[in-house]
């Protein structure tokens, strides 16, 4: 699994950072999501789609 981030698109909502917050956090100044694994292990791949899946914005690209 590979993901990328289009972060002008982050509304900040930070769901993606309540559901897989191994993988994606938020800037302190203005809560903009940041990527903190491109390549996630198996075990986050599930929260990792449900987080793309939740997100207000559409900021995430996820491909296998």
Known sequence: ???AVD?????A???CVQIAPEVFDQRDD????VLLDEAPPPAEHDS???AALVCPA???LVTA
């Not at 972060?7 to 509304?11: E, F, H, L, Q, R």
């Not at 203005?30 to 999501?33: E, F, K, N, R, S």
């Open 58 to 60: 559409a900021a995430f």
């Open 30 to 33: 203005d809560g903009m999501v």
């Open 1 to 3: 699994m590979q993901v």
């Open 7 to 11: 972060v002008p698109k982050c509304v």
């Open 13 to 15: 909502s930070g769901q």
């Open 48 to 50: 990792v789609h449900e």
